[in-house]
């Protein structure tokens, strides 16, 4: 089989182009249930904050997401004391499975120098500082991007629920509900995710749980809640919530090691771990890091810290050339400041 890549980077993003007059960034993370946008002021080291509502097409369709997008942005740039004429460069990193129509309607809007690429590629700068490297997405589903050192990109994963999402919040909790089930009918070892199940969806019985997969149905959203419940139960030693876990670590890892072949990464690079199904702690983070250092010894793998419009602007950063001006340890601090305050 020929392969491409799935997502590239943007050749504005491969070959910087340093632009002088640049002081002011725009970075913008646009999700399923909101959007942030942040204007960064080179010269002052400012950060200045808009919101805005859902700016996936996906989940609103295109005109509601480009109209979320903008809102915020203006927002940012208005609490910036700026025109968007002003702005060295503007990157919008956004969900969805169709960036390219965003992109054609916020350009008819803006100007082409609006740069918008898919969020996984706003992970990967905020899991590496927009360097080699690879970030690792495990919230509701999960997702796998990195870039090389002579800038080849690959995704692996990012197919959603049904074709894919391995070790996701979404894919532990459907798990935990199926060994319940196998618990429940004999077919399979006991556990206590058979009495958290119930528990937690508020049903009288697993079947009860189970049945409400179909009937009410249970979204993406609350079956991955239920992560936390394995977390726990994992926690308290129950070997059929620890190995579900290691099993989802495995399959996750088989992605990482996948984009880490494509991308030609060897010796030490980060593997940044963004997102919620990450906050079990140890008893995902060591199986996940034992199967990663299998096959990358050197690679550094840590939970990222900064928020992902932190990874928007170092992408407009690297945009108009000046990457060096942004520091990532920086501007997580400020980032952490802005949302904080």
């Known amino acids: 089989m020929q392969r491409t890549p799935l997502v590239e980077l943007p050749a504005v993003l491969a070959q910087e182009q340093p632009r002088r007059d640049a002081r002011y960034l725009l970075g913008v993370d646009g999700g399923a249930t909101k959007t942030l946008a942040a204007v960064l002021d080179l010269q002052a080291r400012v950060l ?8 996936n097409k996906d989940a609103v369709g295109a005109d509601a997401a ?83 050192r002579d800038g080849r990109a690959w995704r692996a994963g990012g197919w959603g629920h049904l074709l894919g999402d391995e070790g996701s919040g979404y894919w532990l909790g459907l798990q935990s509900i199926k060994a319940a089930l196998r618990d429940r009918e004999a ?29 009410k149905p249970l979204t993406k959203g609350e079956i991955a809640a239920f992560a936390v419940e394995t977390s726990a139960v994992a926690d308290r030693g129950d070997q059929v919530a620890r190995e579900l876990y290691e099993r989802g670590a495995s399959e996750l890892a088989a992605q990482i090691v996948a984009v880490i072949d494509q991308t030609g990464l060897s010796g030490a690079f980060p593997v940044g771990l963004i997102g919620s199904a990450f906050k079990a702690g140890a008893v995902f983070l060591k199986p996940l890091a034992r199967a990663i250092h299998a096959h990358a010894p050197e690679a550094s793998v840590v939970p990222v810290a900064m928020a992902p419009v932190g990874g928007a602007l170092l992408l407009a950063a690297r945009a108009c050339g ?17 949302l904080a305050g």
Not at 194 to 201: C, E, T
Not at 322 to 338: D, F, G, I, Q, T
């Open 48 to 55: 200045h904050l808009g919101h805005g509502g859902p700016s």
């Open 66 to 148: 480009v109209r979320a997008l903008l809102s915020a942005a203006d927002e940012a740039i208005a609490a910036a004391g700026i025109s968007s004429e002003q702005l060295g460069s503007a990157v919008l990193a956004i969900a969805g499975t169709d960036t390219a129509a965003i992109a054609a309607n916020v350009r008819s809007a803006r100007t082409d120098a609006w740069l918008v690429v898919n969020d996984v590629v706003g992970a990967w700068a905020t899991a590496t500082g927009a360097g080699p490297g690879v970030a690792v997405i495990s919230g509701t589903g999960s997702n796998v991007f990195g870039v090389g």
């Open 187 to 215: 077919s399979g070892p006991a556990t206590a995710l058979s009495d958290a199940v119930p528990a937690f969806f508020h049903a009288p019985s697993v079947e009860a749980a189970a049945s409400r997969v179909y009937s």
């Open 322 to 338: 000046h990457a060096a001006e942004v520091p990532p340890r920086e501007l997580a601090a400020l980032v952490h400041s802005a």
